[in-house]
């Protein structure tokens, strides 16, 4: 069929508003090895003639045809069943092509279906005016019939590879997510953002992750006789318990805002101040630790005896940088680690041994006790202060 069938109209009486053929699934919704399968039109022509040519040219190339003869229909056709492409002429009853197209492109469930003008009128104004409205192609009257179907063809291709694409991204998307929160669970959320951000062909060099702070407060915390239990309990019954006990720590790190740094064996290392600075990071970790010790009460071995934590504070500078290629790790390094460490080494089961450098930040608010002094390995003498409880005027910043 050529364009010299326009030329001999068929009558133009009033036809059905849509064809027989109703619009089916989308075919790039349906499993295919073929990206070119037939998709569903949407014809838009208030003449018969028209709409009936184009339907034959069509239908006999496979595809599953839609007619409207107004804009009216066709807002109700694309409310029932979405097409894969929406042919349109400009003159057109209630509202013109130009207004069509635009209405249907500001509208989300519509926006991304190709709308091509298959209209007589051919000034280069026309075309653009249609383009403007958001049109991907635009064809004049009258037409061969190898390039509507050609024109058809390449616009339903991309419009599947768009949605592939689209498809392919939201997958991205979901997966970079999904990355992010599990780095996010390995690293403090301020660091996992900047190694997120470093360039894939960053030198080694260039992507390491080293700071230093001036201020801040470490804690450790460990299970004392720990190790006995270990000899004799069951190895799940013992994972488990562990599990349990640096689950509740955890939700008292995100409490309390501080950064749990790492666990080692039946450890638990927990800092203040970094990787953003806090002022009040000594009290926020006085706070925790009253808190697992209370925490610790709900616990007991296998045999029902009670659990008991040596806990040791102490603040100072510090080096904060990830290490390794693989299973990185966010680390503290300085003296003031080791003597936090050196801390709870020399404490009491049940209690919570701060330095005087703590004391000298938190005193006042909180209820200490002098040990004096004891000998530190490395350190010589000491002065440490047991911290029994918070006093009432000690509220952490906002």
């Known amino acids: 069929m050529t364009a010299d069938s326009l030329s001999n109209p068929e009558s133009n009486a009033a036809i059905p508003a849509y064809s027989q053929n109703p619009l089916g699934d989308r075919p790039s919704d349906k499993p295919t090895g073929d990206r070119t399968a037939p998709g569903s039109i949407l014809l838009v022509d208030d003449k018969a003639y028209s709409l009936k040519l184009l339907s034959t040219i069509l239908e006999d190339k496979g595809y599953c045809v839609c007619q409207a003869t107004s804009s009216a229909m066709a807002l109700e056709a694309v409310q029932q069943q979405l097409p894969e492409l929406i042919m349109l002429d400009v003159m057109i009853p209630d509202m013109n092509g ?3 197209c635009q209405q249907l492109k500001s509208a989300p469930p519509t926006r991304d279906i190709p709308v091509i003008f298959l209209t007589a009128l051919q000034e280069t104004s026309d075309k653009v005016r249609a383009f403007q409205m ?7 009257k009258p037409f061969q019939t190898d390039e ?11 419009s599947r590879l768009q949605r592939q694409l689209a498809q ?8 970079q997510a999904r990355t992010k929160a599990l780095l996010h669970n390995l690293l403090p959320a301020p660091i996992a953002d900047r190694l997120t951000h470093t360039p894939l062909d960053a030198s080694l060099t260039s992507h390491v992750v080293a700071d230093f702070f001036e201020s801040t407060t470490i804690l450790f915390a460990d299970i004392a006789n720990f190790t006995t239990l270990a000899s004799c309990a069951p190895p799940q019954v013992l994972v488990n318990l562990l599990n349990q006990i640096f689950s509740c720590f955890d939700q008292l790190a995100e409490a309390y805002g501080l950064e749990k740094i790492k666990t080692i064996g039946d450890a638990y290392m927990v800092a203040g101040g970094i990787p953003e600075f806090r ?20 616990f007991t071995t296998p045999d029902g005896e009670p659990l008991q934590l040596r806990i040791g504070i102490h603040r100072g500078p510090v080096i904060g940088g990830v290490i390794g290629l693989k299973r990185l790790s966010y680390d503290l390094w300085g003296d003031t680690v080791n003597v936090a460490s050196r801390m709870e080494l020399y404490g009491e089961p049940g209690k919570i041994q ?3 450098a703590v004391y000298q930040v938190i005193t006042g608010k909180f209820q200490l006790i002098s040990r004096g002094a004891i000998p530190v390995k490395g350190k010589g003498e000491m002065e440490t202060y047991w911290l029994e409880a918070s006093l009432p005027s000690a509220p952490l910043a906002q």
Do not use: F, K, W
């Open 98 to 100: 130009y207004d069509l």
């Open 134 to 140: 958001g049109a991907a192609d635009y064809i004049t």
């Open 148 to 158: 509507v179907c050609a024109r058809v063809s390449h616009q339903l291709e991309i």
């Open 168 to 175: 392919r991204n939201q997958h991205l998307r979901q997966e």
């Open 279 to 298: 002022p009040d990071h000594s009290e926020a970790i006085a706070h925790m630790a009253l808190a697992m010790q209370t925490s610790m009460e709900q």
């Open 354 to 356: 701060v330095s005087d």
